[in-house]
């Protein structure tokens, strides 16, 4: 009887580990190790990555172009896109905020020490986010119920606008608080070398 019941219960784990939904949960983890392993060997390749993305949008913009509708759906990824951008412009942490509290969060003067800028939103998550919200928008149109009727022009004057008054407030703080998010932009905090100190180091 022992033996029955220890037996019968290797049957049940052995039925139970191929299951349905343990094959689904083992395939799920595998591709999504694989999915990870892609991006993870992706990161480096900047140029081309931003050259996928271009053709997946060029895709949708061909696919909204041909259907001649789903209005919404390009003005709400316009604007997930124009929270992106602010995000990807704006520094980790807000020079306002930050000199309220304790003091400047970026050097403004030459003879400050520098500090890199580090962005709220990193280079590759801004490339992921908007190339997964491209192909999510190009599935939708494959759906009726998202294609609302709406005069399009007025969507895009609106966001035209809404884009103009963002914009110029991400120049003005950038001005304000002297700083670039490039690479190539100024390095603030690079002290310049005094004519003291370079006959000090000649001698």
């Given at each position: 009887m022992d033996g029955a019941a220890v037996g019968g219960g290797g049957i049940v784990d052995n039925v139970s580990s191929t299951s349905p939904a343990t094959v689904v949960s083992r395939w799920s983890c595998v591709v999504s190790r694989r999915y990870q392993h892609l991006l993870d060997k992706s990161t480096p390749h900047v140029l081309g990555r931003w050259i996928a993305f271009?053709?997946?949008?060029?895709?949708?913009?061909?696919?909204?172009?041909?259907?001649?509708?789903?209005?919404?759906?390009?003005?709400?990824?316009?604007?997930?896109?124009?929270?992106?951008?602010?995000?990807?412009?704006?520094?980790?942490?807000?020079?306002?905020?930050?000199?309220?509290m304790d003091g400047p969060a970026l050097p403004t003067r030459a003879s400050d020490e520098y500090r890199p800028f580090v962005r709220r939103l990193p280079e590759f998550k801004f490339w992921y986010s908007m190339t997964r919200a491209f192909c999510i928008a190009f599935m939708l149109t494959?759906?009726?119920?998202?294609?609302?009727?709406?005069?399009?022009?007025?969507?895009?004057?609106?966001?035209l606008m809404l884009f103009t008054l963002?914009?110029?407030?991400?120049?003005?703080?950038?001005?304000?608080?002297?700083?670039?998010?490039?690479?190539?932009?100024?390095?603030?905090?690079?002290?310049?070398t005094s004519a003291e100190e370079a006959s000090l180091t000649s001698a």
């Open positions: 271009s053709a997946v949008a060029f895709i949708y913009v061909v696919r909204a172009y041909v259907v001649q509708g789903f209005y919404i759906v390009s003005y709400g990824l316009g604007i997930y896109i124009l929270n992106l951008l602010i995000a990807f412009l704006s520094p980790q942490v807000d020079p306002e905020i930050q000199e309220v494959f759906f009726s119920v998202f294609d609302v009727p709406v005069f399009w022009p007025i969507l895009l004057f609106y966001w963002t914009m110029r407030k991400q120049i003005l703080h950038m001005i304000k608080y002297k700083y670039v998010p490039f690479s190539f932009g100024k390095q603030y905090g690079k002290r310049e």
